[in-house]
């Protein structure tokens, strides 16, 4: 079956432009989270998600980190106001359950220039 | 605060050989342990899942051991080839529901 997809992936922008990045969680799983990796750096957690809600939002990094998620289905990591340190790849995984084997998406390389 | 370890940072054996990837963490109080492998350019792949019930797993080559009263986890490559080259990371899934991460092992297998 279809697994996580996500897009774009690549994203190349100018510093202070937002960005929108989309994950498709595959279908059914009602977890879904997203990471980062930073260059040459271990993943970082971001937010998680059951069914639409996301209990802890402490992993974002700056308030300029926003996500929601429509249902049990397609979810978005908005960032504003980009900055240089915010370039990284941004993995996207779901599980069926909380918690559960985590299964990942290709990521989406951003760039911020 | 859970930290996650894996050692050693980097592996290179030549094929054929049975090799131990070595995962630690500090805080015992977790749902699950995964092992992981990430290829360059390529995304995640789960090897094995363990949940904090459990004592090990196993999938084809791979074995996969939680101890979680002192902290570790192995993962057992049997008869390693060159496909097996990518780098291995561990997770921890803690009370937060949050997977906390090992900086992975990359491992080189010689033909």
């Known amino acids: 079956g279809a697994g996580v997809s996500q897009s774009p992936s690549n994203k190349v922008t100018e510093k202070g432009k937002d960005v929108e990045l989309r994950c498709d969680p595959i279908?059914?799983?009602?977890?879904l989270y997203w990471y980062r990796q930073r260059l040459g750096q271990g993943l970082e957690f971001l937010i998680y998600f059951q069914g639409n809600s996301a209990p802890d939002k402490s992993g974002l990094p700056s308030d300029r980190f926003s996500a929601e998620r429509t249902g049990e289905s397609v979810s978005t990591l908005t960032i504003q106001r980009t900055q240089q340190e915010d370039s990284a790849v941004y993995l996207c995984?779901?599980?069926?359950?909380?918690?559960?084997?985590?299964?990942f998406g290709p990521g989406t390389r951003l760039t911020v220039l | 605060k859970q930290e996650v370890t894996q050692i050693p940072a980097a592996l290179s054996v030549p094929e054929g050989e049975n090799l131990v990837l070595n995962c630690s963490f500090t805080?015992?109080?977790?749902?699950?342990l995964q092992w992981f492998r990430q290829d360059p350019g390529k995304g995640l792949t789960s090897l094995l899942l363990?949940?904090?019930s459990q004592r090990e797993q196993t999938s084809g080559r791979l074995n996969a051991s939680l101890d979680k009263s002192s902290g570790r986890s192995t993962l057992y490559i049997a008869a390693s080839q060159p496909g097996d080259s990518a780098t291995y990371l561990c997770a921890v899934v803690d009370s937060n529901y949050q997977l906390i991460w090992g900086a992975g092992t990359k491992l080189i297998i010689k033909p």
């Open positions: 363990i949940q904090s």
């Open positions: 995984a779901s599980s069926p359950i909380l918690p559960d084997t985590q299964y």
């Open positions: 279908s059914g799983h009602t977890a």
């Open positions: 805080d015992s109080a977790i749902y699950n």
